[in-house]
């Protein structure tokens, strides 16, 4: 098994700026992909960045220019910099990452708990 655990959540007042950390630990051979969804109350869940292991990112046109996406392979540890945030960011924000547990076995997706984020004067 593989558990994610985030951190890093809050209240920031609008333009203000958050860092989420997401370490993974278990059973992990390798990690491809690793990346960050949100939901707001009422809304569905969303992709808001990815990074694959070669460090290539995607971001969601909401938060280009934003959010920086980086990761620590060493430390199997996604982080999300958040800056200039507004209230509409404000969401549980979930951690994501497709790992592999044996050199030969499948690759399966694990979800963090969810660390929340209020954006609020």
């Known amino acids: 098994q593989v558990q994610l655990v985030e951190s890093g959540g809050g209240l920031v007042q609008p333009g203000g700026s958050l860092r989420l950390s997401c370490a993974a630990s278990?059973?992990?051979?390798?990690?491809?992909?690793m990346g960050w969804y949100r939901q707001a109350p009422g809304k569905e869940r969303e992709l808001v960045a990815v990074?694959?292991?070669?460090?290539?990112?995607n971001y969601a046109d909401s938060v280009k220019g934003r959010f920086t996406i980086s990761r620590d392979n060493a430390k199997n540890t996604v982080y999300l910099q958040m800056n200039s945030l507004k209230p509409e960011d404000t969401a549980d924000y979930y951690c994501?990452?497709?790992?592999?547990?044996?050199?030969?076995?499948?690759?399966?997706?694990?979800w963090g708990q969810g660390t929340q984020v209020t954006v609020s004067s």
């Open positions: 278990g059973s992990i051979f390798s990690i491809d992909s």
């Open positions: 990074i694959t292991d070669g460090a290539a990112t």
């Open positions: 994501y990452a497709r790992v592999k547990s044996a050199r030969w076995g499948p690759r399966t997706g694990y």
